[in-house]
């Protein structure tokens, strides 16, 4: 089970690659743990170059995170690059600028080569000023994208309502495409080329052994290979050193349908954090669809998901009034690295092991660059992107960042020890409610079905203890400390938690 059990179903729909759960051990050269875009990239570099390559992922196939996103491809730092300069110094801007770059265009050539028939398109993105920010980050991003070697054009208006005299940045040369269209081309690929693809098959651990890496999942089973890759949105092998240097962010999308034509096929994101973000899908019969997304709040420390879609909706309205009816909304996961570059390359402290995360809102080029960069590890030892994205680097500039997002985890704990339930009985939940509740010195997660059954687990978080929020926009737990998601009955959505809520005893 993954997060495709989530009562939102993005606009791409469901993923449609089939696997069956391994059964019984088994031995080969590289073993992926996740199917999202990050772990098939990985996967399809290495099949390509010869390797023998496993992928497994705790639910369906390309059914993580990947397919609840909006797909944007942009080498523009969604944090800012005079930002981005300031944390991690000119050479690691240029460097990141470059890397996600070669990620638009290795995703472009491979979807030719591979005949995906993915909607890839190259696009201008815009950064455009919102209101309430500073007038002069338009002047300041276009020193700072000069700096990093980004092209881009200052001029005056939007395509929008409102918006005619908006000063913007264009970045030429940006891109998106269909993201579940093209793992599909990525997984048959593979396969054609010996690799193997395993569903429902969850790890609980991921150990280096005599060399290798011996990699053992929820069935009992093993799989011993030379290198594991971890690729979960939040790696499930580490408890600390990674997940203390990046924050879970909840992030909601809406699509709408829109006469063709009625706005430029583009890439719009303004100046707010959290910043709205805009593009276009095509659809059929003279009809697109238009996707916002934005409303980013911290995991499990806000339920309002359908007020976000709602401010959303009228956000996006007021610039486009043409805009149709609405045909979906959802919201996905991403991980906020504290200083602004993901964490792609070897785990902290092995060989053998690697791992990709802290995509930020650009998991689609950051999960090219790993398939890229992991691949160079793996295959030649080294990659010109490992200093850029090391994971196990010290982000001593960031310490501000550092004290404010851990601080989450100690406010959570003590919550959990002191603070009340959000309903005093389980008697007062309706059919599709959770809610935490008191019970002496612990808490409850308390979920009653539409049938009515009631089931109730620990409220503790299985990573590391924290106590998980009720999300009803997608009738799921939310941890805020590390990002881990479960369902209503308590089974584990994403990590990095490995194991279910915990049965309460009766």
């Known amino acids: 089970m ?5 009562r939102t179903t993005p606009i791409w729909g469901a993923p ?7 059964q ?16 098939m990239s990985v996967a399809y570099e290495l099949a390509s170059a010869g390797k023998q390559v496993t992928v497994l992922d705790r639910g369906v196939i390309a059914g993580g995170m990947t397919a609840r996103t909006t797909a944007h491809l942009s080498s523009y730092s969604d944090d800012g690059f005079q930002e981005l300069i300031k944390m991690r110094g000119l050479d690691n801007a240029r460097g990141w600028q470059y890397s996600q770059a070669a990620a638009i265009s290795r995703i472009e050539a491979i979807q030719r080569d591979l005949g995906a028939n993915c909607d890839f398109r190259r696009i201008d993105g815009y950064l455009f000023l919102a209101p309430e920010t500073d007038p002069s980050v338009i ?14 054009v200052r001029q005056e208006g939007l395509p929008f309502a409102g918006e005619e005299a908006t000063p913007a940045l264009r970045f030429p040369d940006q891109a998106t495409f269909h993201p579940l269209k093209y793992l599909a081309a990525l997984s048959t690929a593979i396969s054609k080329a010996g690799g193997r693809f395993f569903a429902f098959t969850p790890v609980v651990s991921v150990e280096e052994k005599n060399g290798g890496v011996d990699v053992a999942t929820v069935g009992g089973a093993h799989i011993k290979a030379q290198s594991a890759v971890v690729a979960t949105n939040a790696p499930v092998n580490d408890r600390f050193s990674i997940h203390t240097k990046q924050a879970p962010y909840r992030t909601y999308a809406v699509a709408f349908e829109i006469p063709r034509g009625s706005v430029p096929d583009a890439l719009y994101w303004d100046t707010l954090d959290p910043y709205h973000y805009v593009r276009l899908q095509p659809g059929e019969g003279g009809v697109d669809l238009l ?22 909706a009228r956000w996006m309205r007021e610039r486009v009034p043409s805009l149709g009816q609405e045909v979906t909304r959802w919201s996905g996961q991403v991980l906020e690295p504290i200083d602004y570059i993901g964490f792609i390359g070897r785990n902290p402290g092995e060989k053998n092991v690697y791992v990709a995360t802290g995509d930020s809102g650009q998991g689609m080029t950051h999960g090219a660059v790993a398939g890229m960069l992991i691949a160079d590890l793996i295959l030649r030892g080294d990659s010109a992107w490992a200093p850029i994205y090391e994971p ?4 001593l500039r960031a310490m ?7 601080a989450t985890a100690a406010k959570n704990y003590a919550q959990y020890l002191t603070g009340a339930g959000e309903r005093s009985s389980v008697d007062d939940l309706l059919p599709g409610e959770g809610a935490i509740i008191r019970s002496g010195l612990a808490k409850i997660a308390a979920y009653r079905d539409e049938d009515g059954t009631l089931c109730q687990r620990s409220a503790a978080c299985t990573h590391l203890g924290c106590q998980v929020h009720w999300n009803s926009f997608e009738r799921c737990w939310d941890c805020p400390c590390h990002g881990s998601q479960f369902s209503p009955q308590g ?16």
């Open 291 to 312: 996707i916002v997304g934005g409303e980013d709040h911290k995991s499990g420390e806000s339920d309002n998901g359908q007020e976000r879609i709602l401010s959303l």
């Open 139 to 152: 002047d300041a991003e276009l020193v700072a994208s000069a700096q990093v070697g980004m092209l881009a």
């Open 400 to 406: 501000g960042e550092f004290l404010k997002e851990n």
């Open 392 to 395: 196990g680097r010290k982000p």
């Open 2 to 6: 993954n997060v495709t059990a989530e």
């Open 491 to 506: 089974e584990v959505l994403n990590g990095p938690a490995i194991s279910p809520l915990g049965k309460i005893e009766s």
């Open 16 to 22: 449609d690659i089939d696997a069956e759960p391994l």
């Open 24 to 39: 019984g051990d088994l031995e080969t050269e590289v073993v992926v743990i996740g199917s999202g875009i990050a772990g």
